[in-house]
Nanobody, 127 residues
Framework: QAQLLESGGGSVQAGGSLRLSCAAGSYTYGRYWMGWFRQAPGKEREGVAVIYTAGVSAHYADDVKGRFTISQDRAKRTVYLQMNSLKPEDTAMYYC????????????????????WGQGTQVTVSR
């Protein structure tokens, strides 16, 4: 069974919206941090938004604050990323990830501190 399963990517024009979903597979949901990371060609993977699945805390990268919202449905073992006002610079492969420890504040958007990963879903934003 896959660790995490992403869906919802696609191609949209600038200003449009998408909602990504990440369903837990073999990953044990509801204990630690889960979230979204993205990687554009030739660039390092970066944190976008993460949520503490045992509570309500969330963190966002500066360039998505006010545009993206992360949420969860504990009964469905699923984390969502609502992306509004999309820009061409948001174009990337988006990955869902989960941690296996409670993370200190400085580590929560660091992809190196996440052990469980999905296969990714492509988001493309055109002008």
């Amino acid at each position: 069974q896959a660790q995490l399963l992403e869906s919802g990517g696609g191609s949209v024009q600038a200003g449009g919206s998408l909602r990504l979903s990440c369903a837990a597979g073999s990953y044990t949901y509801g204990r630690y941090w889960m979230g979204w990371f993205r990687q554009a060609p030739g660039k390092e993977r970066e944190g976008v938004a993460v949520i503490y699945t045992a509570g309500v805390s969330a963190h966002y990268a500066d360039d998505v604050k006010g545009r993206f919202t992360i949420s969860q449905d504990r009964a469905k073992r699923t984390v969502y990323l609502q992306m509004n006002s999309l820009k061409p610079e948001d174009t990337a492969m988006y990955y869902c990830a989960g941690s296996n420890f409670y993370l200190a504040n400085a580590r929560r958007l660091n992809p190196d501190d996440y052990s469980y990963w999905g296969q990714g879903t492509q988001v493309t934003v055109s002008r």
